[in-house]
């Protein structure tokens, strides 16, 4: 992937991989896309053609209409879109708890719920979930979880995989080109974008693997962090401990070892105590008492590690033992600034060094003594001074090429004055020059430097550019800065700027990196919101801050109505959205003058406040708006008494005047008549009780058979025990009871008696012994067989076992008989084809015989299940 400034007129962020899908072309088709192009077809006829106004006009009125549904449903639900948002902004949350809880579970079982240490990792997996936190620093576009990344192990941050494959290549290529003779045969690393840690060319990733290396394309589950494994981590732990990391894969840093071991204080004093393995270091607190370098003086301070250099002073000689100074006893070795003084070897001259501990060194003046220029040699002592030879010095000059032309003499020679023919550094002119001087002609080099972009321009230069010098200048990814490196080849490092993207209010602000605050989205803002209202009220319902401009008002309008003390309980109309009225265009060409919608302020609706008033009956008190206030009909019957005192009036609540009064009453008495009596009363409506009921009832009897008529009056006067008495035809019942025998009692009412007294039989389960008990006591009864019955079921037994034997001892002679019968006939002799013929039947009639055999023993067997079954049932009975 090309970093963000090469892509020419291709959005940033779109390069040659195409990480973002654009939509297909029939997906973009307008909804007058398809008629246009059937217009277009030479088989369509002029008459079907539809005209470009009158297309136009059709898609207008469309989108006039879809901007009309967007706007009512928008502004409908805008009471609950910010709960709807919070919800889901919880669910998130929720969502996103249960992901760490999951990732940081082991480690938290080692700490006992400690998580101190999770403090830097926490915050990588927050950023995972953040909207905009993830951004590659190459390509300046959003990691997403689908897409395959690399971390790096320094910095630990993401990539997308291609994007860093390719920075790996360039870095090399360009450091290569520039610093090897032998292009590309050395092995040179490449350094992380961020971060600048340096990599061997065989950690150019190639594959995509999982934080902990493990899992190579993991895939993307939504309850695991984006481009883990799920798997636990165990990674080595830094420092190296012995242990790996507990967490379960993650991005960024491993924690600290949470494990426990066992550890002596730093002075190793002390008794092992168990301690966390990332802070096992501990102090006992008592005094040290090691004895320091010095060997003078023992460590005073608390329970450490290593012993500081000693902090007391001491009285110490110098190295020559002249001076006695108070010194820190770390620094033992010191010398004093006088010359050590003492006698040489030679007797004449003494030791000219500074104060030392070593011993003197020889005279300098007692060996190899020559003239000035080293030609002639003396043998004369150290106290006597060597004179000039008054040859030619002959020593080389500093040039390196020539040699002093004086006399013998001491000190050093002068500046070579010769003049010579020099050639430039650049090689290309020639001159007579002083040797001592160097020569530079005035040519400008014309060679580009290493940064490929600037020339050299340096006076007479040998070939070796120096690097650029300039400052790079270009406008980095993000398209904010520029590059304040100095001017290089390839391409310049991502933005190190980060850029603070704020709510509205400006509390709450996310640092994103520098060029992704255009497509970063505002972060949710738990604050108030503080834009000025709108509308006649003092200030908005309280809600929190967001994006763009606030919702309607949804207050109280308060205004005062007209006609009443009441006040507009509606929401704020004073800014409501409605459609304007446009006018009507010419032709597509023109523009309209007004938009679609525009906010408008709408009169107060007619108070509703209800007030309560009677009807015109007094038969109830509702509520009536304000606007409509006064009497009414309540659309109920009147219900006022008429003349028969009987009663009431069945018209609409009506108002009673003078020409309005109440219906007369033409129905026939209606007066409850007593109870269980179903004839009406002959009468019309009239007061007072009625007359006696003439008429008889017919019904059935309690067994339902027989039908009865009794006297209305008597029927209906009568109480319990008498109506039961008069409904009773004295006939027994006819109804079975649960053992199927039928009941004994008259005609009765209810259920018959659950106890059966009638006479049943009870046999042994052989049946040879009977006895008669009561119905009802016939489950609970039980008779068993006695001795005499066993007896003869044992004889039984015997002669049918008898029988069984009879009958196959017969079976198995027969079947005796017939096998000597059939070895008998292949005992006859004859010729070669007739003894043929009379074997091939005699085996014919063999195998009749062993398959009449087969069957008889079949039918045996089974006569004997069937015996053996029948015994075992009579044993049984």
Known sequence: MEPAWRHHGRGRGRGDGGQRSRPQPKERERPGAERASDKKSPAQTPATAVSVESRFEEIRKSDLAAAQRLVERGFSSSSSD?????????????????????????????????????????????????????????????????????????????????????????????????????????????????????????????????YCGKVQDPPSDPWLVPHSCGAVCEKSLKPDCGHTC???????????????????????????????CSNKSWSCQKVCAKVLPCKQHTCSQLCHSECQPCPRVSVQSCECGRERRERPCAE??????????????????????????????????????????????????CAEEVLPCGDTCDRPLTCGKHTCSRRCHRGNCDTCRQEVEKEC??????????????????????????????????????????PCDQNCGRSLGCRNHKCPSVCHQGACYPCPETVEVSCAC???????????????????????????????????????????????????????????????????????????????????????????????ALPCAPCQVPLPTSCFGQHEVSPVPCHRRGPFSCGRQCGRPLTCTNHLC????????????????????LKPRPPGCPHPCPRPCHGGPCPACPQTVRQRCHCKISSLYVPCTEWTSADNGTKTKLGSCNNQCPKELSCGHRCR??????????????????????????????CHLSAQSQLQCDDTCKEQQRKAAQVKEAELKAAQEEELRKQQEELEAFERRLKGAGRRNKRKRKGEESEDEGRGVWARRGLSLAVLSAGVALLAAAYFYLAEA
């Open 745 to 774: 009692l008259l005609c009765h009412p209810g259920h018959c008696e659950a106890q059966c007294v009638h006479k049943v039989k009870l046999r042994c389960p052989c049946r040879r012994l009977k006895k008669e008990v009561q």
């Open 82 to 210: 910010e709960e709807d948002d919070d919800d889901d902004v919880e669910r998130r949350d929720g969502k996103k708890g249960q992901i760490l809880a999951s990732t940081f579970t082991s480690y938290n079982q080692q700490t006992g719920g400690d998580s101190a240490g999770l403090q830097r990792t926490g915050q990588y997996l927050n950023d995972m979930f953040q909207s905009g936190a993830l951004t590659c620093l190459i390509c300046i576009g959003s990691v997403k979880r689908t897409q395959p990344v690399w971390s790096c192990s320094g910095c630990f941050s993401l990539f997308h995989l291609p994007c860093v494959q390719k920075w790996a290549r360039d870095s090399v290529f360009l450091v290569s080109s520039v610093t090897d003779e032998d292009f590309g045969q050395r092995q040179l690393p490449w350094p992380c974008p961020k971060c600048r840690a340096e990599y061997p060319p065989s950690a150019t990733p190639n594959r995509y693997l999982c």
């Open 650 to 669: 069945s018209r609409e609540c009506h108002l009673v005047a003078a020409g309005n009064k109440c219906e007369q009453c033409e129905c026939g008495c």
């Open 506 to 600: 400006g509390k709450t602000v996310l640092v994103v990196p520098c060029g992704r605050e255009r497509t970063t989205k505002p972060p949710r803002c738990k604050e108030l919101c503080r834009c000025p209202p709108e509308c006649h009220h003092p200030s908005r319902q309280p809600h929190r801050c967001h994006p763009g401009p606030c919702l309607p008002c949804a207050l109280p309008c308060e205004r005062p109505l007209k006609g009443c003390e009441h006040r507009c309980p509606r929401p704020c109309h004073d800014r409501v959205l409605v459609q304007s009225q446009q006018v009507q265009l010419a032709g597509p060409w023109e523009q309209p003058s007004k938009p679609a919608f525009e906010k408008k």
């Open 425 to 466: 550094r650049c090689g290309k002119h020639r001159k007579l020059t002083p040797c001592h001087k160097e020569y530079l002609c005035d040519s400008k080099c014309p060679r580009t430097r290493s940064c490929q972009r600037h020339q050299c321009r340096r006076k007479c230069c040998p070939g070796e550019c120096p």
């Open 332 to 381: 033992p070795l010191w010398n004093c600034t006088q010359v050590c003084g003492r006698p040489l070897s030679c007797g004449n001259h003494t030791c000219e060094e500074v104060c030392h501990g070593a011993p003197c060194p020889p005279c300098p003046r007692a060996v190899n003594r020559t003239c000035p220029c080293g030609k002639t040699r003396s043998s004369a002592g």
């Open 246 to 276: 507990l967490l379960l894969c993650h991005p960024g840093p491993c924690p600290p070892c949470p494990k426990m071991v066992s550890v002596t204080c730093l002075c190793g004093k002390g008794k092992p105590l168990p301690r966390r």
